[in-house]
């Protein structure tokens, strides 16, 4: 089951933040996220393995709420280096465990402006 | 350290045709990854190898896309013949272990047009 992101696109000027959401109809056991730059390869950003767990990375951090079965990418003091489309992907949860694939949302495209 | 090699990185072909294209994972990664990334989608899983077998083929078209992985290393995935829903970017990748917490390694990826 495909996780679903919103919003599909945000335009922001360098400075400003953004949250993207990630969410799925199935218990999540982790949640990934992944940036790719036009005509380049996805690079990992970070996985939560925990609910409720958060993690950061420079200015981008995210979170993951077990129970909403959902996980938010916060952007902070957005840089013109973060411009690209940002992808969640999510592994299902079978009892304690991960259960299925890691299956990718469709991708929130993130333009930052000067 | 060297990523995720693949070729090539342009591909156009008429439909009917076939294509093959080529990865070379990180050094060391048992497990390899072919992905197809339609245009304004999310990378779609073909096929799973760890080492030389497959853990997951469920989403591959068997009646015209194969793959494999020789030796446990490099990796060809072919599509045979191709059809004008089969342009995309095919995407390489590789990670460490076969757990589902594993970080992915991705290749620059293949751009697949098909007329």
């Known amino acids: 089951q495909q996780p679903v992101q919103s919003p599909q696109a945000v335009i922001l000027r360098e400075g400003e933040d953004a949250v993207i959401n990630c969410s799925s109809s199935k218990a999540l056991y982790s949640v990934h996220w992944y940036r790719q730059k036009h005509g380049e390869a996805p690079v990992f950003l970070m996985i939560l393995l925990k609910g409720g767990e958060q993690k950061g990375h420079d200015k981008i951090s995210a979170s993951f709420n077990e129970k909403k079965q959902q996980s938010s990418l916060y952007l902070t003091a957005s840089q013109l280096s973060y411009s690209g489309t940002y992808f969640c992907?999510?592994?299902?949860?079978?009892?304690?465990?991960?259960?299925?694939?890691?299956?990718f949302g469709q991708g929130t495209i993130l333009t930052v402006h000067p | 350290e060297a990523g995720v090699a693949q070729s090539p990185r342009y591909k156009i072909i008429e439909k009917r045709q076939s294509v093959a294209f080529w990865c070379n994972p990180i050094s060391g990664h048992a497990t390899l990854y072919w992905y197809q990334q339609i245009l304004g989608q999310g990378p779609k899983l073909l096929i799973q190898?760890?080492?030389?077998?497959?853990?997951?083929d469920s989403q591959l078209p068997k009646d015209r896309f194969s793959a494999e992985r020789l030796k446990g290393v490099d990796s060809t995935l072919k599509i045979q013949p191709a059809k004008l829903e089969d342009s995309a970017v095919y995407l390489c990748?590789?990670?460490?272990?076969?757990?589902?917490?594993?970080?992915?390694?991705f290749g620059s990826g293949t751009q697949l047009s098909v007329l």
């Open positions: 990748a590789s990670s460490f272990e076969t757990g589902r917490d594993e970080k992915l390694f």
């Open positions: 992907g999510t592994v299902g949860r079978a009892g304690g465990t991960s259960y299925g694939k890691l299956t």
């Open positions: 190898f760890q080492n030389n077998g497959v853990v997951d």
